[in-house]
């Protein structure tokens, strides 16, 4: 299975079906790290954003956690809700499960605006930076654009705040927030320090990382990726299950394989690891030609269709540093060849966290937490700005964007609670996740060390 290499700054990542950078949870600062494709710490489903790079994966479960209603279903045009009225009726069995502990991070991601608040002047400040404002009054949304965003993350990500409206109706409260939908973090400590703590503007952004504040929101891929072919993310998960079932863990090619865009220094660094007549580091790297892809009907990169290699975490990855790419690369291949059992426990570890506590459901609540604790932190009551549009699921678009917003739409209420928000991580526990990372990666760098000193005798 194609996996992530991803070079991650911090504690953080990114909120990804694509990046898997946020629920890998605690990270050390000087690792890359090997991935499993959505969005945080795991072993290997994609390729796109950052450095995937092998894996293997588990029998498939039933999708149980799918979002699925028999109730009645919400009317699609916006003038049809004049008079729908829709409410939100748990089943008086329901209870409300604990959140997986990576909603944790919830409360870290908040931390900053925790004493003082968010003021209407700190929403201000952060207008140039954003690309939308989102206001939510009385379950209403309304945006206010300020610049196009890159393709359509704008649009797939305020679709997906729209179902979350739809699935949990008239309990996401009123509140007032900024998007940045880039790549790169914008809000950096270094300048919000002392005095200026307080001056911090609040953005919500799919990344971050020890040195930001930017506050970690899921991406706009887990509703569909138009521009690259990505399906919705329910959809998705069942391609790849399916095809990752018709090659065999020990049948899968015994390399790390990569796939993508080598626009960044980092990714264009890794191309230096891929096989040539000097050297072999048990690594297939390719280029991704978008606009061949996008003449051809992208028949080239399926997701699913990158189910063929292996991938050697430790438990649900493998931690590659930075300055070393291709040794690094070449002894992860190298031992999970070696150790085929131990190598496949971890694939199927990493697969497991990906299928059970990435569902769409989760990301509802996950969503439903971080919008209802930060709604708290407001210091006055939204109102909805005078260029701001209503927006509702309707939608004159047509072809895959349709297609795609069709297949991601939530079609009736939840019946069930979200789940309970489990409390913040306790510093400690924060401190003692990282130095057990840290000795994990140096017993990897031991071993690495004695295989290469066995190489050269």
């Known amino acids: 299975m194609a996996e992530h290499v991803h070079a991650d700054h911090a504690i953080h990542g990114c909120f990804s079906k694509v990046d898997v950078g946020r629920l890998k949870g605690f990270v050390s600062t000087t690792t890359i790290f090997v991935f499993f494709f959505f969005l945080l710490a795991i072993a290997a489903l994609l390729n796109w954003m950052n450095f995937p790079i092998i894996g293997g994966t588990p029998p498939p479960p039933p999708l149980s956690s799918e979002i699925r209603h028999e109730k009645v279903e919400f009317p699609l045009n916006c003038s049809n809700l004049v008079n729908h009225t829709t ?75 729209l179902q979350l409206l739809r699935l949990y109706p008239g309990k996401v409260p009123d509140l007032d927030l900024l998007f940045y939908c880039g790549d790169n973090t914008v809000i950096m400590k270094s300048d919000y320090k002392g005095r200026y703590a307080a001056l911090a503007p609040p953005v919500f952004h799919y990344c971050g990382e020890e040195a930001a504040l930017d506050i970690v ?85 399926k997701l699913e269709d990158q189910c063929t290699h ?34 496949e426990a971890i694939g199927k570890a990493g697969s497991k966290f990906i299928e059970e506590a990435l569902t769409m459901q989760n990301v509802y609540d996950y969503m439903f937490h971080l919008l209802n604790e930060y709604s708290k932190l407001l210091k006055f009551k939204p109102t909805i700005p005078p260029n701001a549009r209503r927006l509702c699921s309707e939608t004159t678009e047509q072809g895959l964007l349709k297609e ?54």
Not at 270 to 291: E, F, G, M, T
Not at 407 to 428: R, T
């Open 217 to 301: 929101f899921p991406d706009w891929s887990f509703w569909g990726w138009v521009e690259v072919n990505i399906k919705p993310w329910e959809e998705q998960l069942r391609a790849i299950k399916k095809e990752r079932e018709r090659i065999k863990w020990e049948k899968r090619e015994p390399y790390a394989y990569w796939k993508g865009n080598p626009t960044s220094p980092d990714r264009g660094d890794l191309l230096n690891c891929n096989v040539s007549d000097k050297h072999d580091w048990n690594a297939r790297l390719y280029v991704q030609d978008w606009a061949k892809e996008i003449q051809e009907g992208f028949k080239h990169s």
């Open 87 to 161: 409410v939100f009726e748990p089943k008086e069995s329901s209870t409300n499960k604990t959140c997986p502990d990576y909603f944790r991070w919830i409360h870290q991601d908040l931390k900053q605006w925790k004493s003082s608040g968010i003021t209407k002047d700190m929403i201000e400040r952060g207008k140039p930076i954003a690309d939308f404002r989102l206001v939510i009054v009385n379950g209403e949304a309304y945006v206010e654009r300020y610049i196009r965003s890159f393709q359509t993350r704008d649009l797939f990500t305020i679709w997906g705040i």
């Open 404 to 457: 795609f917003m069709v297949q991601s739409m939530v079609k009736s209420p939840s019946d069930k609670l979200p789940c309970a928000l489990p409390p913040p991580f306790k510093p400690q526990a924060i401190q003692a996740s990282l130095k057990a990372k840290d000795k994990i990666a140096r017993q990897v760098e031991t071993w690495e060390t004695e295989y290469w000193k066995k190489l050269k005798a």
């Open 310 to 343: 292996s991938m050697m975490p430790m438990q649900h990855f493998w931690p590659i540093s930075n300055e070393n790419k291709c040794r690094d690369l070449k002894f992860a291949v190298e031992w999970g060849n070696n150790h085929t059992h131990k190598a």
